[in-house]
T-cell receptor, first 114, second 112 residues
Framework: AQSVTQPDIHITVSEGASLELRCNYSYGATPYLFWYVQSPGQGLQLLLKYFSGDTLVQGIKGFEAEFKRSQSSFNLRKPSVHWSDAAEYFCAVGSSGGSYIPTFGRGTSLIVHP | KAGVTQTPRYLIKTRGQQVTLSCSPISGHRSVSWYQQTPGQGLQFLFEYFSETQRNKGNFPGRFSGRQFSNSRSEMNVSTLELGDSALYLC???????????FGQGTRLTVV
């Protein structure tokens, strides 16, 4: 069965500092991978996705993520965090079809100090 | 292009009642998924519909059901509500199964 692990429940960074949120997945084939962000009381917004090709993907709001097959990871990065980036971040794995259940990680809460 | 619309945004129900939540996907999207989000369990997949057929189902009791109409709009029904059903229910639509999902703002259900 596929699974997604986000090992960090909370991460605290100072505004302007760099950020890396970790995501590890378990999936039999090449997965589709996603990062979503959720502000309090809101739905999830897609930040970026990986389907195939270039393993470094760029997303919205200055975020990027790198797919590393050998490490089964898809970590999210941002070079300089803004206070408005404080939110919950979810990594997710999907597939191209067949019988599967789309799987989300438990999320990482990002706290940004001024 | 309009996003995913969920109605209502907030609901308060009494234990034992039933509730129906509605989701209108992005135009052209034929796949609709439902998720339950709680602080304790995180995001849990309920079910997914594609072209009016349930394609996948998560591990929830039969009190949770759904359907999809020919215009891709979807409804989710929860019968015999329990206190533990209090959650944010999120709907997401995709062009096809497994690809990027676009989420609505959710329906906050409170069972008292």
């Amino acid at each position: 069965a596929q699974s997604v692990t986000q090992p960090d429940i909370h991460i605290t960074v100072s505004e302007g500092a760099s950020l890396e949120l970790r995501c590890n997945y378990s999936y039999g084939a090449t997965p589709y991978l996603f990062w979503y962000v959720q502000s309090p009381g809101q739905g999830l917004q897609l930040l970026l996705k990986y389907f195939s090709g270039d393993t470094l993907v760029q997303g919205i709001k200055g975020f990027e993520a790198e797919f590393k097959r050998s490490q089964s990871s898809f970590n999210l990065r941002k070079p300089s965090v803004h206070w408005s980036d404080a939110a919950e971040y979810f990594c997710a794995v999907g597939s191209s079809g067949g019988s599967y259940i789309p799987t989300f990680g438990r999320g990482t809460s990002l706290i940004v100090h001024p | 292009k309009a996003g995913v619309t969920q109605t209502p945004r907030y609901l308060i129900k009494t234990r034992g009642q039933q509730v129906t939540l509605s989701c209108s996907p992005i135009s052209g999207h034929r796949s609709v998924s439902w998720y339950q989000q709680t602080p304790g369990q995180g995001l849990q997949f309920l079910f997914e519909y594609f072209s009016e057929t349930q394609r996948n189902k998560g591990n929830f009791p039969g009190r949770f059901s759904g359907r999809q109409f020919s215009n891709s709009r979807s409804e989710m029904n929860v019968s015999t509500l329990e206190l533990g059903d209090s959650a944010l229910y999120l709907c997401a639509s995709s062009f096809k199964v497994g690809t990027e999902a676009f989420f609505g703002q959710g329906t906050r259900l409170t069972v008292v």
